[in-house]
């Protein structure tokens, strides 16, 4: 399994951006979520998304805001982030696992074997 994250860049608060994570070798059973990482804060549970179905969680933090999706055609999940501010400055991870999970299992970074490499969002005016 290998993941690809892009997308991210400088933007300014309110705008928005869309994040792509190109996942090669997953199958149906995987699971790719987001995470970011802030300087000096822990990395941070952000979405994820089944493959196989399609279903989602958010996290409280972004709900409203921020979307996950996946083209299966493409193997790509993207993080679709609108409204965004300030406290979003952050490194965005995506992750993988083909480990079953429960629904808070599905939040905790040890629940997830396959990382990309991040890319990195700056939200400032």
């Known amino acids: 399994v290998q993941l690809q994250a892009s997308g991210g860049g400088l933007v300014q608060p309110g705008g928005s951006l869309r994040l792509s994570c190109v996942a090669s070798?997953?199958?149906?059973?995987?699971?790719v979520a987001w995470f970011r990482q802030s300087p000096g804060k822990e990395r941070e549970f952000i979405a994820r998304i089944r493959w196989s179905g399609g279903s989602t969680a958010i996290a409280g933090s972004v709900k409203g805001r921020f979307t996950i999706s996946k083209d299966s055609t493409k193997r790509t999940v993207y993080l679709q982030m609108n409204a965004l501010e300030v406290e979003d400055t952050a490194v965005y991870y995506c992750?993988?696992?083909?480990?079953?999970?429960?629904?808070?299992?599905?939040?905790?970074?040890?629940?997830?074997?396959?990382w990309g490499q991040g890319t990195q969002v700056t939200v400032s005016s």
């Open positions: 070798g997953i199958t149906y059973n995987y699971a």
């Open positions: 992750a993988a696992t083909g480990r079953p999970y429960s629904h808070n299992q599905a939040m905790a970074i040890s629940q997830y074997d396959y």
